[in-house]
């Protein structure tokens, strides 16, 4: 069975700040694929990063980094010098060896509030 | 282009009715997912639509809900006798299918939901 845990409920950080959203996986496939959404106030899930289990390179996208270590089976979330736009739901999701085409298990989510 | 929607936004219906809901993929995508996400559960998969192939049910919390796709595209969601627990946001998702569009983007896009209340 797959499992995803996102063990910080809710954060808060003042704008600018650096925030690390965790994220812990559990999976007996080999091969599966990882996922970071954003939900914002207005509710519509949008995808920010797909990783498959053999790239561990760490990726970066503007202020937006990930952390992928299959050693400790995470997928850490980094926003650099967060601004208020990053309040929203993030959840970390999981799939198996479909080429990410299949269900996705989410983790809980982490709220993230950015304060002025 | 446009995105995922559903239909309809909001829905208020009383326990033991029955309900539809439903979602129109973005134009070309093969597979549809419906996800639920309710505040005790978190989100959590219904079932899944893949081309001609069976549905994966496997999230289908009881008999009472089930889902078809017509013509590969449309999908309607319908929950029987609707109980309060029922009560939750459901969304739709497409993607592309890797299997014939190596190289391109097939995450799942998801649609705004239809928000369902069973009073």
């Known amino acids: 069975a797959q499992k995803v845990t996102q063990a910080q409920t809710e954060i808060s950080v003042v704008e600018k700040e650096d925030v690390t959203l965790d994220c812990v996986y559990e999976?007996?496939?080999?091969?599966?694929?990882l996922f970071w959404y954003k939900q914002p106030p207005s509710g519509e899930l949008v995808f920010l990063i797909r990783?498959?289990?053999?790239?561990?390179q760490n990726e970066i996208s503007g202020r937006y980094s990930w952390n992928f270590q299959k050693s400790t089976s995470s997928f850490n979330f980094t926003i650099t010098a967060s601004q208020v736009v990053d309040s929203a739901v993030y959840f970390c999701a999981l799939s198996g060896p479909n080429f990410g085409n299949e269900k996705l298990t989410f983790g809980t989510g982490t709220r993230l509030t950015i304060i002025p | 282009g446009a995105g995922v929607s559903q239909s309809p936004s909001n829905k208020v219906t009383e326990k033991g009715k029955d309900v539809e809901l439903r979602c129109d993929p973005i134009?070309?995508?093969?597979?549809l997912y419906w996800y639920r996400q309710s505040l005790g559960q978190g989100l959590e998969f219904l079932i899944y639509f893949q081309g001609n192939s069976a549905p994966d049910k496997s999230g289908l919390p009881s008999d009472r809900f089930s889902a078809e796709r017509t013509g590969g595209s449309v999908s309607t969601l319908t929950i029987q006798r609707t109980q309060q627990e029922d009560s939750a946001v459901y969304l739709c998702?497409?993607?592309?299918?890797?299997?014939?569009?190596?190289?391109?983007?097939?995450?799942?896009?998801f649609g705004p939901g239809t928000r369902l209340t069973v009073t």
């Open positions: 990783r498959n289990s053999f790239d561990e």
């Open positions: 998702a497409s993607s592309l299918d890797p299997r014939w569009v190596a190289g391109l983007s097939y995450e799942q896009y």
């Open positions: 134009s070309g995508h093969t597979a």
């Open positions: 999976t007996r496939d080999t091969t599966y694929y």
